[in-house]
């Protein structure tokens, strides 16, 4: 998974720990005056990402998790064997950091799961396993985060090059067994779960180095380690196939459970299903669409992983349980997917306590419209996508129609018809004989589970018989709000700084979008216009697309006036934009105009 470069008495603990792993030896003390309660037979326990700022009981609280799972710990540098939170040296594996949320958890009855490696972790070579070279310093590692946040059991993400390499797998695997030998010398309850990647029917095989999952467990059980936990990364198989995630969950795990039953054939089909572990990815994961977990997925594995003992449930990351990002795959902190904060956290929460299955949820679906307004010349014509999603349930059939068009605006949907999930296309024409003004056409959704509906916001500038000009809808944002323009997530509008008037455009970049905001403006065709607009931050571009293309861009802190000037095509539309760019600041445009 992905990652950073992505009680009491703890203090006197700490200190002990820090020593006795800077002298490469696992700890022969309890460590502890209190040993920790164990983890539940079955236990649902997100991950939740450490590396972002936000607040581990704070958002525990929020969504209703008693467990969560930390990512993660990993060293600084490659030769290194100090953990630290993220491998950053400021955030050391001590109280201070960390500390006082996990006491609050715990005080609630719940605990947290500290996972070691992650994707970057294992891509970089500081997984400790990969960057120590000394077992006793790796098992004095790990016993440090036992002892020092009193955690009943720790998770190895293993993937990446850290399942090639081979001699990291045999250190991993020897300090495990270190630490299990030393918890059950000093009667202390420690589990150790084995998070891997995993194909829709279990582990990779081959041999040790070789990148094969089985082989990391199979050397595990030669060094003497007893595999508590293993669970499976259902997502990302990046096989190109289109998926039914919640089937190829119950495959892949079932897989798993044949291959554990190789390595344990002592013990009871309950005992090997209680040994293995889920972890979905709510929404559209890295690989996109064809990859998408529906909340109606989480409701089947839910009630499969009851059925079968699953141990551990799990997802990535607590932070994505949210449907702020419709149709957006990968995303750190939305899921892509229609859904109410928290949908899947509440699906999985009773699987803690072992609760009987659910309820499938009830059909339902959601209609929206992307880009939700547009501007027009009388005489022109604009379009818009109709998106609809799976809200609930199953796909159901929805029938697509479109109300509110002024005298002189034609407005239709096509296909009138589309399974849950599809798109379709509202196209508006107007003639030269429709008032100017703004008025709101509606996309009605019909189907079995009921109707919804979606807003379009139609602007028809000028004053009737054409627009050789052309306009800009809202560009100065003295209105306070958007309409009608449209942004990626995190833009809108704000009242500081502004170049003029009290109120400006404001693009939010970041390592996966642009940012951009945009508007759909009717001009006359084939006719040459200048855009122009005044911008602050870096790499601030301003332009056009659609029926014409052209941009400027500039660096600054300060407003600065950028000029572009383009000639439209045969129909005289275009999108006038304004976007930063990925991984910078924030971008502020403000007096945009159109001669």
């Not at 941009?551 to 304004?578: C, D």
């Amino acid at each position: 998974m992905t990652g950073p470069v992505r009680r009491p008495i703890r203090t006197l603990i700490t200190g002990l720990v820090t020593a006795v792993a800077a002298a490469g030896l696992a700890l022969t003390a309890s460590g502890s005056a209190q040993a920790a309660t164990p983890l539940p037979a079955h236990v649902f326990a997100p991950y939740f990402e450490a590396y972002n700022g936000d607040s581990l009981s704070g958002l525990a609280s929020a969504s209703g998790n008693k467990y969560l799972t930390m990512a993660f710990i990993q060293t600084p540098s490659v030769g290194s064997c100090t953990p630290y939170w993220n491998g950053d040296s400021g955030m050391p594996i001590s109280q201070a950091n960390f500390g006082s949320d996990i006491d609050t958890i715990q005080a609630g009855g719940g605990d947290v799961i500290p996972s070691f490696g992650g994707y970057a972790a294992d891509d970089s070579g500081t997984d400790i396993a990969d960057s120590c070279t000394n077992v006793n310093s790796i098992a004095a590692a790990y016993e440090s985060v036992i002892t020092t946040y009193d955690v009943s059991r720790i998770d190895l993400d293993v993937e990446d090059n850290s399942l090639t390499n081979a001699a990291g797998i045999d250190r991993r695997n020897k300090a495990v067994k270190m630490v299990q030998d030393w918890a059950a010398a000093n009667g202390r309850p420690i589990q150790f779960s084995y998070t891997l990647p995993t194909t829709t029917s279990g582990l990779t095989t081959g041999s040790v180095g070789s990148g094969s999952g089985l082989a990391v467990l199979q050397n595990a059980v030669s060094n003497g380690v007893n595999l508590n936990v293993v669970n499976l990364m259902t997502f990302d198989y990046y096989d190109g196939a289109t998926h039914n995630m919640a089937t190829d969950t119950e495959t892949a795990i079932t897989g798993l459970h044949n291959q554990l039953a190789q390595l344990y054939p002592s013990r009871t089909d309950a005992q090997l299903w209680a040994t293995t572990g889920i972890i979905e990815m709510p929404g559209i994961d890295d690989f996109g669409a064809a990859e998408t977990f529906t909340t109606a997925n989480a409701t089947t594995v839910y009630n499969w992983a009851v059925s079968k003992g699953v141990n551990t449930l799990s997802f990535w990351a607590l932070q994505r349980d949210n449907g702020n990002c419709n149709g957006t795959g990968g995303s750190d902190s939305c899921s892509g997917t229609p859904q109410t904060t928290w949908q899947f956290s509440h699906t999985f929460e009773p699987f803690t306590s072992g609760g009987g299955t659910t309820t499938p949820p009830t059909n339902d679906y959601s209609v929206s419209l992307s880009p939700s307004a547009g501007s027009v010349a009388p005489g022109g014509s604009t379009t818009s996508t109709v998106h609809t999603a799976v809200a609930s349930g199953a796909a159901q059939s929805v029938g697509l129609s479109v109300s509110g068009a002024p005298a002189g605006v034609t407005a239709t949907v096509s296909p009138g018809s589309v399974t849950a999930g599809g798109s379709a296309t509202l196209s508006v024409a107007t003639t030269t004989a429709a008032a100017p003004g703004t008025y709101t056409l509606t996309v009605n959704g019909s189907a079995a589970s009921g109707a919804h509906s979606a807003s379009y916001a139609l602007t028809i500038t000028g004053s009737g018989g054409g627009n050789p000009g052309g306009s800009i809808v809202n560009g100065g944002f003295e209105t306070g709000s958007l309409s009608p323009w449209t942004c990626q997530s995190g833009g809108g509008v704000v009242t500081s700084p502004a170049h003029a008037g009290t109120h400006a455009l404001h693009v939010v970049p970041s390592s996966s979008q642009t940012g951009e905001c945009d508007q759909s403006v009717a001009l006359q065709a084939n006719h040459a216009y200048t855009l122009t607009a005044w911008v602050q931050g870096p790499y601030s571009y301003v332009g056009v697309s659609g029926g014409a293309t052209a941009s400027a861009w500039t660096s600054g802190t300060g407003w600065t006036k950028l000029t572009v000037p383009f000639t439209t095509g045969a129909n005289g539309t275009v999108t006038v934009y304004l976007h930063g760019w990925y991984g910078q600041s924030a971008v502020y445009g403000d007096d945009f105009a159109i001669a």
